[in-house]
């Protein structure tokens, strides 16, 4: 059974950092580009930062460009997304997702992606 498992969401302080961990089961990460979506309460869902298969391509949505790091370990079928400088509005349920997207951009945009984990809750409040 092909799963994509998230962990590290939690309740922070502005400013402050998490770090989100997607672990896949019953399959590679090798051959997908991975995304990070969120929803927020109210909000649309949307790509916040997606890496190629390989790790050398990725892409961030302008709200979190240069606060999140989105990262892979393939050998140990993993993705990773250390978010820093947390605000009040990274608020919502993050999930991770996996395609055989043409480009980071283009995962980021797709509707749905093909698998999804079942999202952690990252909450950023004093």
């Known amino acids: 059974q092909l799963q994509l498992v998230e962990s590290g969401g939690g309740l922070v302080q502005p400013g402050g950092s998490l770090r989100l961990s997607c672990a896949a089961s019953g399959f590679t990460l090798d051959y997908y580009t991975i995304g990070w979506f969120r929803q927020a309460p109210g909000k649309e869902r949307e790509g916040v930062s997606c890496?190629?298969?390989?790790?050398?391509?990725?892409y961030y949505t302008g709200s979190v460009k240069g606060r999140f790091t989105i990262s892979r370990d393939n050998a140990k079928n993993t993705v990773y997304l250390q978010m820093n400088s947390l605000k009040p509005e990274d608020t919502g349920v993050y999930y991770c997702?996996?395609?055989?997207?043409?480009?980071?951009?283009?995962?980021?945009?797709?509707?749905?992606?093909?698998?999804w984990g079942q999202g952690t809750q990252v909450t950023v409040s004093s």
């Open positions: 997702t996996a395609d055989m997207a043409r480009n980071v951009q283009a995962m980021c945009t797709m509707a749905r992606p093909g698998y």
């Open positions: 890496i190629s298969q390989s790790g050398d391509s990725t």
